[in-house]
């Protein structure tokens, strides 16, 4: 009798936190330019940096084919280790091939002067918390650097059902899948303001937070990081 109460528990625990949704596991891939300069003066070098997340949302190093449009007014190569030769504009391009055929590409003009103008790093990115089945889950959110960790504030109009069985919230570059994902901890907080330190990620590593059901491996919700 006791073994058949808990199968029927965990049943209703395991249908209630599925929901309707079907979630697939592959994403959009995706190319970024991580270090830019908008110009660089006669001379001097400038160290390019991208970063490329394949269809399952993980990071591929050594995939990013550097170019530049005038390697005679701007020379870069395959490191993206870019040279200013002589004054002018050009563009420079980040490709990756992809195994489909398709080439996804990032550019950006440089002008080649004589300072060179790094473009700032963003210190801060944001989001809204949504839902992906019929339980509450909302709320905005703020990533920030400070004193070398990852910050994440969630704001005061945060909200969770605390029915959620094993609710646990992660940073990924794929939003239906945990595989490749970064485990921030159990969700211990179901209402209002509050804060989580990150240890040894950057601002740029992660686009999304996910909410899963642990226990069932079912997702709950997410928010895009702008």
């Known amino acids: 009798m006791k073994n058949t109460f808990y199968i029927t528990l965990l049943a209703i625990l395991f249908s209630s936190c599925i929901g309707d949704d079907i979630i697939l596991d592959t994403v959009e891939e995706t190319l970024r330019i991580t270090a830019q300069a908008s110009s660089i003066a006669v001379g001097e070098t400038f160290q390019f940096e991208a970063r490329f997340t394949n269809n399952i949302g993980e990071t591929e190093e050594g995939r990013i084919i550097w170019s530049s449009s005038d390697e005679n007014i701007l020379a870069i190569d395959a490191n993206g280790l870019a040279t200013a030769i002589a004054q002018g504009n050009v563009f420079v391009y980040a490709d990756v091939d992809l195994a489909d055929g398709r080439t996804i590409r990032e550019e950006m003009t440089i002008e080649v002067s004589m300072v060179t103008t790094v473009v700032e790093v963003p210190t801060s990115r944001i989001g809204v918390i ?50 490749d994902a970064l485990e921030v901890g159990a969700v211990e907080v179901f209402e209002g303001a509050h804060t989580y330190e990150i240890e040894n990620v950057g601002l740029a590593d992660y686009d999304y937070l996910l909410y899963f059901c642990k226990p069932f491996r079912v997702k709950v919700g997410d928010g895009a990081i702008n």
């Open 130 to 179: 949504q839902t992906t089945t019929f339980y509450d889950l909302a709320g905005d959110f703020e990533l920030s650097e400070v004193d070398g960790k990852l910050v994440l504030n969630i704001a005061d109009n945060y909200v969770a059902s605390s029915s959620l069985p094993g609710l646990y919230l992660y940073l990924t570059n794929n939003p239906n899948s945990i595989g």
